[in-house]
């Protein structure tokens, strides 16, 4: 995926990585994956990451749930003024990794821009495939996730028993217990991307 920012909302710095989290109203899921990574990656490598969410059937205008808000705020995180936005194919070929809250989203991304197929992977799937992938220490962050990205298809194994544990649960309209597993599932992904992150800068190669 290129580098160079197209619009306003990527134009931030063209060198940082940028990671498109991608939801299906982008109200529950994604909008608290996109914050608590953003904010990990930032604790680890400062200004190295651009992280943002998109929905790929979203109601315009609409905010965060109050649940997720909660969820965030827990975590020392805010998402007060959060609004939706739509996916398309744009931020797609934009992103140099796609994190989809499960295997359906992978598809409906894929069929807007088949390319995306090797670049974009559910949330837990990638952290299942991270600690198999060794990181290159002497890179830049950038070009040390240009190469994750580049070789974390190889990894890409169907998962033993019941596939629906490489999805992160929808809990809108659920009971209280579904976003907690929910906030469970994401912080446990992002912690094993976060922990990936700090073996690749290792106590010599900090910016």
Known sequence: MTNTAVNGDWAVMPTRFRILVVGLSNICRSPLAERMLQYELDVEAPGEFTVRSAGTQVTSGRPAVVEVLRLA???GIRLHG????????AMISEADLIL???RALRRQV???SPRALRTTFTL????RILPTVRPEQ????TGRWQSLVALAPRYRTPLPGDADDDDVIDPHNRPARA?????????SAIDVIREWEVRGCGPDNRQ
């Open 138 to 141: 002497l890179a830049t962050p």
């Open 179 to 187: 976003y907690e597993r929910m906030n469970t599932q994401i912080v």
């Open 82 to 89: 959060f609004v939706v936005s739509q996916l398309d194919e």
């Open 100 to 102: 989809v809250m499960d």
């Open 124 to 127: 837990r799937e990638f952290a």
């Open 110 to 112: 894929v069929k807007v």
């Open 73 to 75: 705020s827990r975590r």
